[in-house]
């Protein structure tokens, strides 16, 4: 059977030891009828001549349905019966032996879990990867933990078909958006299930619509501003302008305009969380900006989520003191981000006064702001971000992250306009690093982006009025 990468698609592996009142046969025509791409059987208990039965059964059932049927591991088998194929480990049969048995019309696959372990598998001829664990599995409590970063980057180098296998389920298989994968290898998910067809019709579905979501998506945790200048409003707009999609969790809701906030109303830390669940499992950021939560309640179950779906590119506009060095929150609500959200960020994006709070310096130069970075770096263990203003150095920021540090310089724009420019900032990272930007492009993109909106000078309201975040367009 000639092999197409749409044959990982929905890669299901099983054994005898899924069977409950049904035979294998059963249960893999269930899985058949269900859509599954690829059937593996990893049969390690029954004695040889068993085993060959069992397979050849599985074989004429697979070929039945058009999908093909490869062996795990035992190489000499998937000759024996004319397998499509064999799929084997890094302490497998050596894969130059293993092709030399099998020839080049058949299929062979290979697990690796690091970069190195792909390219090689690559170059010495596999027609497909198996990456994983991608998460913690049962069936095998002894694999290798791969990241979501590695398993990017094995599909960005390697120019071979890549399959995610290990503890993927119906609830976490969208946490794979994004990461560049042809399919995924799904066991228990599959085989334990109560309804074998259905699962794995839910499952097909559920991978179909990953590799077709193109756009790239952000989610914005914030308050509203009724105004539109800053908040939510500013942060959808920002993404939009950048080809994002953009979803919202409210964490409040305000009374204000360009003169002040008149009014708040927070939303229970119960009614955040059916919030980012419902994001969360149904479109998959590919990045998260936090922009200003002040109870400890919304603080920790958003830290609980986010933990909870494993978010990625988490920007985090750490709003507790005013440009003016007004405090915003209280003391509990600061304690409360330092402890369970800011170590979860990639970047935290603090202004002068901000990074005081968080370092305990007192900054007035360049060099303190070096200083406090690099202090609050160590301290959190995320990039950062210190956005200098007009307070200090025109509009020249900072950013420090694994012991180095760059400078980003700007130039200070005439205007009164300026309502929501913390927001605007970390939202438009957002947007590009859901864009796969780097951390340092995207800063660097972001702050032409502000620039721009700046210099538009849209003048609206009796106050501090908004950007034209739409300038662009």
């Not at 990468?5 to 929905?10: A, D, G, R, S, V």
């Not at 062996?71 to 019966?81: C, F, G, H, P």
């Not at 389920?169 to 074998?196: C, P, Y």
């Not at 507790?320 to 959200?341: F, Q, R």
Request: hydrophobic share 40%; glycine share 8%; aromatic share 6%.
């Amino acid at each position: 059977m000639k092999f197409d990468k749409k044959h990982l698609l929905l890669y299901a592996v099983t054994d005898r030891s899924w069977l409950k009142e049904e035979t294998l046969f059963e249960q893999v025509e269930k899985a058949l009828k269900g859509g599954a791409t690829l059937i593996q059987l990893r049969e390690k208990d029954l004695n040889k001549e068993s085993l060959k039965e069992e397979a050849l059964q599985l074989k004429q059932l697979c070929h039945y349905y058009h999908v093909p049927f490869i062996i795990n591991d035992n190489v000499q088998l998937a000759k024996e019966i004319d397998a499509d194929g064999v799929h084997i480990g890094q302490d497998d049969m050596a894969f130059e032996k293993a092709r030399s048995l099998l020839g080049n019309d058949k299929i062979i696959g290979v697990s690796a879990h690091n970069l190195k372990e792909a390219q090689d598998a690559y170059e010495k001829g596999a027609d497909y990867l198996g990456i994983g664990a991608v998460f913690s599995t049962q069936t095998k409590k002894d694999a290798t933990h791969v990241s979501f970063e590695t398993l990017k980057e094995i599909c960005q180098k390697v120019h071979i078909p890549v399959v995610a296998i290990g503890g993927i389920s119906h609830d976490n298989i969208i946490q794979l958006t994004g990461s560049g994968v042809d399919g995924v290898a799904v066991i228990s998910a599959i085989f334990a299930s109560e309804n074998i067809e259905m699962a794995t019709k839910e499952l097909k579905e559920k991978m179909k619509r990953i590799l077709q979501q193109t756009m790239p998506v952000a989610l914005t945790i914030a308050g509203s501003d009724c105004s539109g200048g800053a908040g939510i409003q500013a942060d959808l707009k920002t993404m939009l302008a950048h080809h994002v999609y953009g979803m919202s969790a409210i964490t409040a809701l305000t009374a204000q305009n360009t003169t002040g906030v008149t009014d708040i109303m927070d939303v229970s830390a119960e009614f955040l969380a059916k919030q980012l669940d419902s994001i969360f499992t149904d479109i998959y950021p590919h990045a998260v900006k936090i922009g200003m939560v002040s109870k400890k309640e919304i603080i920790i179950v958003i830290a609980e989520k986010l933990k909870q779906y494993h978010a990625r590119n988490i920007v985090i506009d750490p709003v507790m003191v005013a440009t003016s060095g007004a405090k915003l929150i209280n003391d509990e609500a600061i304690h409360t981000l330092k402890e369970y959200l800011f170590p979860l960020a990639t970047v935290l994006t603090p202004n002068i006064f901000e990074a005081e709070v968080l370092s305990g310096l007192y900054i007035q130069t360049e060099e303190d702001m070096i200083k406090a970075a690099q202090m609050i770096n160590q301290q959190y263990h995320c990039a950062v971000l210190l956005k200098g203003g007009h307070h200090l150095n025109d509009a020249n920021d900072l950013l420090y992250q694994d012991d180095h540090y760059q400078w980003y310089r700007g130039k200070r724009i005439e205007t009164d306009n300026t309502h929501g420019t913390g927001c605007t900032l970390s939202s438009a990272i957002a947007s590009y690093l859901a864009k796969g930007e780097t951390l340092d492009l995207a800063i660097k993109h972001a702050k032409e982006y502000i620039s721009g909106a700046l210099l538009a000078q849209l003048d609206l309201g009796s106050g501090s009025g908004p950007m034209d975040h739409g300038f662009g367009l």
